[in-house]
């Protein structure tokens, strides 16, 4: 028989399989939705904008919660900062479950400490949150190393000596370098080749997953999986990192002394040898590969585009960097390294840092969550393992909170006398059992780099501030700005 028409009957039988799969018996009653095809699920009402789009036009017509078929799999929508709130705060344990994203799947395997469930997850979010806190995450060791790397930032822009550069990869050095410091216990030289490759696979793999490919790939990925595309390239960058932290595990089981343990791994090897004798630890290789793989890519990734939006946006609102500068002469001066205690008497550059993160909506469906049992929710009966979507871009748009959701205005955090206005919308960390636990770091990193910058530079671009493009490169699990020039001159 020929090879196309193996193939073909091949195609046919999957297909055939699918279908019979892709529709079990529904138990409970599930939010309403428009009606499913077969297999194909809602992919009638996808819009070519992606599924930030399409979920947006869905809920016109059905309300704050509502479901949409993903291919053949039913996945229930949270629209709007009280939708959210009351399933991720109010039922937090029900909601605490991690759904998958498709194009990382096949890497995560419900290991590590993002993508992980059940008692796995929890030992290693406590293990996590426990040794972050021992190497200085909210400490004030963790500030000082910002403060170093702040200031190795400002060395790096003065060669620039105003010139116009892409601040893509040295934005991703800083942030890289802060988690390095505690997972891998060093920090890199901005040119050594090992840590610049790793940053680009990192970059790469942002970009790829936030394609729209990967979006039409989560519809139809048991199928696709199969077929060349953007998800083979983001396995194999991600394994290309998992070799790299591979090797690093072996140098520190080799070096490690159980009396001083440096970082996060050699706490975890400790941890490993101390259970060893237990059939059923959590602590084993692939949990620790894992686990320094999601510290590694969220702890770089998030922060550094956070701050390349940030950058942008000061391009484009000049006065609201000017602002930002006056404020800090005003506190800081020109002569002492910003410290975070100075935020508190900083409203105004607090409130920028907020709305950039607002604006810039880095992670707009949220990372995907399933309720951990029959679930009952605004009337209806989620059954367990029930995916949910976040829309945390809905609440972040919110226009019960803000006033102009669409523009980036600093406003929407200060009150009438200057002071600082926090809002029950801003959730760019998530919210509940499942917030990301770098968000104090992160927090730290953003107001200590941002203030530093700002300090030592004026910023500026060869395109004038109306012609700037705050549109994204990429915008679906993640957001990606456009490439940009930016001239850092002293002042």
């Given at each position: 028989m020929e090879p196309s028409v193996l193939l073909l009957l091949a195609l046919l039988v999957g297909f055939v399989l699918l279908l019979v799969r892709g529709h079990p018996k529904a138990r409970g009653h599930l939010p309403p939705g428009p009606?499913?095809?077969?297999?194909?699920?809602?992919?009638?009402?996808?819009?070519?904008?992606g599924l930030l789009n399409s979920f947006m036009r869905i809920r016109e017509k059905y309300g704050d919660v509502f479901t949409v078929h993903l291919g053949p799999r039913p996945v229930v929508m949270l629209y709007g900062t009280e939708a959210i709130r009351e399933a991720l705060v109010d039922q937090a344990e029900a909601f605490s479950g991690r759904g998958t994203i498709a194009v990382v799947e096949p890497t995560f395997r419900d290991c590590g400490v993002i993508f992980s469930n059940g008692e796995r997850w929890k030992v290693l979010r406590r293990f996590s949150l426990a040794t972050m806190r021992d190497f200085g995450m909210g400490k004030r060791s963790v500030e000082e190393r910002i403060q170093e790397e702040a200031q190795c930032l400002v060395e790096e822009f003065r060669k620039s000596q105003g010139a116009p550069l892409d601040p893509t990869f040295l934005f991703q050095c800083i942030t890289a370098n802060i988690i390095c410091s505690i997972v891998f216990g060093e920090?890199?030289?901005?040119?050594?080749?090992?840590?610049?490759?790793?940053?680009?696979l990192f970059y790469q793999s942002f970009s790829l997953i936030s394609s729209f490919s990967s979006q039409v790939f989560e519809l139809f990925s048991g199928f696709l999986k199969y077929f060349p595309g953007g998800h083979r390239q983001i396995s194999r960058n991600l394994q290309e990192i998992?070799?790299?932290?591979g090797q690093s595990v072996e140098k520190h089981r080799a070096t490690l002394d159980p009396s001083h343990p440096r970082d996060f791994i050699d706490t975890y090897l400790l941890r490993m040898e101390k259970e060893k004798s237990n059939q059923h630890?959590?602590?084993?290789?692939?949990?620790?590969?894992?686990s320094v793989l999601s510290l590694f890519f969220a702890g770089t990734e998030t922060t550094s585009t956070t701050l390349r939006y940030g950058f942008l946006l000061m391009l484009k609102y000049?006065?609201?960097?000017?602002?930002?500068?006056?404020?800090i002469d005003q506190v800081i001066g020109s002569h002492r390294l910003p410290t975070l205690d100075d935020r508190h008497k900083m409203p105004y550059t607090d409130a920028v840092i907020y709305e950039i993160q607002r604006f810039s909506d880095l992670v707009p469906i949220g990372v995907p969550h399933k309720v951990t049992k029959d679930t009952f929710f605004r009337g209806y009966l989620l059954p367990k393992n029930t995916e949910v979507y976040p829309i945390l871009s809905s609440a972040l748009h919110d226009p019960q909170y803000f006033e102009q959701p669409d523009a980036f205005n600093p406003d929407h955090f200060l009150d009438a006398n200057g002071a600082l206005k926090k809002s029950e919308a801003f959730m760019p960390f998530s919210l509940g059992k499942r917030i990301c636990l770098g968000e104090g770091i992160a927090r730290s990193e953003l107001f200590l780099f941002f203030t530093t910058i700002l300090q030592n530079f004026s910023v500026s671009s060869p395109v004038a501030p109306k012609d700037i493009d705050l549109s994204p490169k990429e915008s679906g699990f993640g957001k990606v700005p456009q490439t940009y020039q930016i001239c850092f001159l002293a002042r």
């Open positions: 009606r499913p095809l077969p297999l194909l699920g809602n992919l009638l009402q996808m819009d070519r904008g920090r890199f030289d901005y040119k050594d080749r090992q840590f610049l490759r790793l940053l680009y998992l070799d790299y932290i630890t959590e602590f084993h290789h692939e949990n620790l590969m894992i000049p006065h609201v960097a000017e602002k930002v500068q006056k404020e």
